[in-house]
């Protein structure tokens, strides 16, 4: 069985963009503010930054019904489990 992706809608894209400029402009303050000095641990940093709120904002759009968020977010239960217990949220 042959299941495509279904298409992003426009706004979807807009929104997408939109999140990906502010990522990039939070990146360039960020190396603004270094000073010149080299990042470390830069990738796992903006993970955390980006998946805590993520995770945080999907809980609550989904009044804590984790089978729910893990469906919005695309992964299984058990992945979304770990992540609140990595970042100490509610379970």
Do not use: W
């Not at 968020?69 to 509610?90: M, P, S």
């Amino acid at each position: 069985m042959n299941r495509e992706a279904p298409r992003p809608s426009p706004r979807d894209a807009a929104e997408r963009e939109t999140l990906s400029a502010a990522v990039a402009q939070a990146l360039e303050d960020y190396f603004t503010r270094l000073d010149g000095h080299e990042p470390d641990g830069l990738y796992r940093m903006v993970m955390e930054e980006v998946e805590r709120p993520l995770l945080e904002c999907v809980l609550q759009q989904c009044n804590g019904n984790q089978s729910r968020a893990a469906q919005y977010l695309g992964i299984n239960r058990g992945t979304l489990r770990k992540k609140l217990r990595q970042y100490d949220l509610a379970l």
